[in-house]
């Protein structure tokens, strides 16, 4: 086994419910990568909602809480709000972290309360089989749009940018180095950090909306979309061409939630002291 | 006499006064009316104490993050009303299934939907035990004065703490806003329970392998357990279970709870014991049905009250030896017949009459209609 595997895999859960060829796999090995670089897998808090991807944190060796689909940001409010130290990082995808549970993201963002929320997007709701999911291109056909897509694609990092969130990145499966190196910019990050991962699905997204089922042809498919881009105005301009820009998005420092909690509570404290009450 | 203070609340205040003493230092929650007083205290007060108190967007949210917090330790508390506590009903069927201590206030309100929102009622009867889906258990207390709002929510933390599992407090309006006298128990006059935490290490631990009473211990996270907490049926590891394993899952978490009855359940009788005519009431129709038996006596009238306080699971063995020797049971609720159903589900006996005195839309039933009711019907 892979050392990292070795080290940080809840092994008695093995083998991955992962289908050959998933992108998943490549992330949980990015993700432990960055991990095991920092030394923080006792720090860990991760929590997970339903899909693919909810099952990425439940394989390593690490506190995980597994919850409801589209729950995942919640259950990590609650985690951090109990005990801020923790480096809390949630696992969604496309459909449980922009359809189902888009309300929590706009508000978690909102708060710049600080978490890493890994997005996987495969384009397509791939655990129930293959429906279309918000993430999915205009035209293609899926189980539940056997005419074509008619709905506009949601782009989760423009709404991670524009609710708040004060680190968005996004880059591919292919893109494990960056990944790697994204992840540990974003557990260093005091405040919310988004990353969107674009990953392969060759069994639905593959067969149903590119074309063929073989991993190859799917991360060629990535290869082939995905453009490494820096700068907003390259980044208008590879959308406009069809193209799926990827690189880091946004990096600024704004108050974190938890810690503007914590002062708070002190200076009230402090004033119900000196008005000679605790209350 | 109690020691203690005593102070005159609100039954909204009483509550979230009680959830701080029993250390509840986190509360997420979405205002609604009639609940919406207990998030308020709490955000003046969890400050001053190091909690946190959290307005989410809805109350799915609310129900998640105290969820996440239970885990991460910490005794956590949500407050909503009828079209909140439908958004939550997703959110205890997972407190349930990862067996969370948390508890859940439903300060009742009319419906069905938005209903009347400043009027009382107690439909939310049923849907306290069968809201969530498959096959569960809980436990649901029924206050019916400000003093038990106060009393139950420390009940409602020791049997969280104790069973692992979500406790909901079916209120309703007029207790959540009476304005009476509630005292005040000095803390060191009250037991507080806490989760059990493992004892062995993280190498022997067997994540949800319960003890004989059914509750496996619960570490908090990051304290070394790396454990993991799914949200489907599991094995004794945390892993999704198979057939058996999952079986055997979902049994324990029932009888962990439906098997300890006898720790908590209570059904209290006011009045004449041996009368032949019973109230039988839960929540805030107590009161009226208590004034009722006192004015029946002035009269003449022999009757009792029995007052189901805990009414998930239901006690049938408490409420048959309550209701032992009566001829004609009167069950008055704001509903139309829900506990009434549950009456006849224990009293099988053709020769008992049981009649429903029912109120809707938010009007309270009047003592002197509870003696009203017995003349017209007789």
């Given amino acids: 086994m892979n050392p990292l595997g070795e080290k940080y895999l809840r092994k008695p859960f093995l083998p991955f419910l992962f289908c050959p060829g998933c992108g998943d796999g490549m992330i949980v090995q990015s993700f432990l990568q960055a991990v095991d670089e920092l030394g923080i897998i006792d720090d860990l808090a991760m929590t997970a909602g339903i899909g693919c991807s909810a099952w990425i944190p439940v394989y390593m060796h690490a506190d995980v809480l597994k919850v409801l689909h589209g729950r995942a940001i919640p259950a990590a409010i609650g985690l951090k709000a109990s005990r801020p130290s923790r480096k809390v990082v949630v696992f969604t995808g496309d459909g449980d972290g922009l359809a189902i549970g888009g309300l929590h993201l706009l508000h978690a963002a909102r708060r710049n309360i600080d978490m890493t929320v890994v997005i996987v997007n495969n384009q397509i709701y791939a655990m129930t089989g293959g429906q279309v999911a918000p993430s999915t291109g205009v035209g293609s056909k899926t189980q539940t749009t056997p005419y074509g897509n008619l709905e506009k694609p949601l782009d989760g990092c423009k709404i991670a940018v524009a609710a708040g969130a004060t680190m968005v990145s996004r880059w591919s499966t292919i893109h494990t180095k960056q990944l790697t190196r994204t992840f540990k910019k974003a557990l260093n990050h005091k405040g919310f950090s988004f990353i969107e991962i674009i990953s392969q699905c060759p069994v639905q997204t593959g067969r149903y909306i590119l074309g063929s089922g073989s991993p190859q042809f799917n991360l060629q498919w990535i290869r082939d979309n995905c453009v490494p881009v820096k700068g907003p105005t390259r980044w208008t301009e590879i959308e406009s061409e069809g193209k799926i820009p990827v690189g880091d998005i946004l990096q600024i420092e704004k108050p974190e939630f938890m810690e503007e909690v914590l002062r708070m509570n002190r200076k009230v404290k402090d004033e119900a002291k000196g008005a000679g009450g605790d209350r | ?378």
Wanted: glycine fraction near 8%; include cysteine; charge should be negative.
């Fill in chain 2, 1 to 378: 006499m109690k020691q203690g203070h005593i102070k005159v609340m609100m039954g909204n205040e009483a509550c979230a006064e009680a959830a701080l003493l029993a250390g509840c230092r986190f509360f997420a929650g979405y205002p609604i009316t009639p609940a919406t007083e207990i998030l308020e205290v709490m955000s003046r007060r969890l400050p001053l104490v190091d909690g946190l108190c959290l307005q989410m967007e809805d109350e799915i949210a609310a129900v998640v993050a105290i969820v996440g917090a239970s885990w991460g330790g910490t005794k956590s508390m949500t407050a909503t009303s009828g079209p909140g506590f439908c958004l939550m009903q997703e959110g205890i069927g997972l407190a349930v299934a990862v067996e969370a201590p948390c508890v859940i206030v439903n300060v009742q309100r009319g419906g069905p939907a938005s209903g009347q929102s400043t009027s009382t009622a107690q439909g939310d009867f049923y849907q306290a035990r069968y809201g969530s889906n498959g096959d569960y258990s809980l436990i649901v207390l029924c206050p019916s004065t400000a003093q038990e709002m106060f009393d139950q929510t420390i009940k409602a933390f020791n049997l969280a703490e104790r069973f692992r599992t979500p406790v909901i407090i079916l209120s309703d309006e007029v207790v959540g806003h009476i304005r009476e006298k509630v005292t005040i128990p000095d803390a060191d006059d009250l037991t507080f329970v806490q989760r059990k935490r493992p004892k062995v290490p993280m190498g022997e631990f067997i994540p949800f392998q319960a003890d004989a009473d059914g509750v496996p211990p619960m570490p908090d996270f990051n304290t070394g357990y790396k454990i993991p907490v799914i949200s489907q049926a599991k094995s004794l590891n945390g892993n999704r279970g198979n057939a058996k394993e999952a079986d055997e899952n979902i049994r324990r978490i029932v009888s962990k709870i439906e098997d300890h009855m006898d720790e908590f359940a209570e059904v209290l009788t006011y009045g004449d014991e041996e009368a032949e005519t019973a109230f039988v009431t839960f929540g805030s129709v107590c009161r009226a049905a208590r004034s009722a038996v006192d004015m029946g006596r002035e009269k003449g009238l022999a009757l009792r009250s029995v007052e189901v306080k805990t009414v998930w699971p239901f006690p049938d063995a408490l409420v048959r030896r309550a209701l032992d020797g009566v001829k004609r049971i009167v069950v008055a609720e704001m509903n139309l017949g829900m506990i009434q159903r549950e009456i006849e589900r224990v009293v099988r006996d053709p020769e008992i009459k049981i009649e429903l005195f029912s109120k809707i839309a938010g009007i309270y039933p009047q003592p002197q209609e509870f003696l009203r009711f017995l003349e017209v019907k007789r």
